[in-house]
Structures are given as C-alpha cells and as structure tokens.
Nanobody, 115 residues
Framework: QVQLVESGGGLVQPGGSLRLSCAAS????????MIWHRQAAGKESELVAI????????NYADSVKGRFTISRDNAKNTVYLQMSSLKPEDTAVYYC????????WGQGTQVTVSS
C-alpha cells in the first residue's frame, strides 16, 4: 500500500527556514516523479518543486527558485523540501505527491510564515 507522510511544517518568522519531509512507503522514491505542491487559503494549488526519477533532475516554480531545494534520501525513502528565506506569501499547506504514473498524495503539512 502506497503511503506518503509529510512532516516538518510549523510557524516561522519571515527570513527563516524550515525543512519538510515526505516519508514514503509501498514504493521507492527513486522510481517515481516526486512533487511538492502548496495551496494557500483561497488560492489554487501551486506546483513548487519536482525531482525526477532516476538521476533526480530538479525543477522549481519561479516563486521559490533560489530559496527552496528539493532532494531525496534513497536509503530513508524520503523526499525533502528545504525552504530558506521564507516570506509571508509562502504560507500554505504543503503536499507531497508521487507520480508512478498513478498519483498518490500525502495529507499535507501547514507552513505559516509570520512575525
């Protein structure tokens, strides 16, 4: 059974950092396209970052490029999103998604950037 469990969200001040984790089970993260999405209140879902299967080419939304880094630890079967220089507009629920190509979603973790 495929399962994705996100963690690491919380409240952080502007300019701060957080690392989100997405622990996977039922498949290997290196065999799937792994994606972080976010959805702010009242807004549409936004694709934040992607890490491809295999060698792990990455890509980012323009809004987070240079501030966020997606990575994976194959031994831990976990995908990470390191977020730095956080802004209030980064406030959202962050979701991990796996495309195998069947699509699976985690439950989401809240990130709030506020002073």
């Amino acid at each position: 059974q495929v399962q994705l469990v996100e963690s690491g969200g919380g409240l952080v001040q502007p300019g701060g950092s957080l690392r989100l984790s997405c622990a996977a089970s039922g498949f290997t993260v290196s065999s799937a396209l792994m994606i972080w999405h976010r959805q702010a209140a009242g807004k549409e879902s936004e694709l934040v970052a992607i890490i491809a299967r295999g060698i792990g080419i990455t890509n980012y939304a323009d809004s987070v490029k240079g501030r966020f880094t997606i990575s994976r630890d194959n031994a831990k079967n976990t995908v990470y999103l390191q977020m730095s220089s956080l802004k209030p507009e980064d406030t959202a629920v962050y979701y991990c998604k796996a495309s195998k190509p069947d699509t699976y979603w985690g439950q989401g973790t809240q990130v709030t950037v506020s002073s």
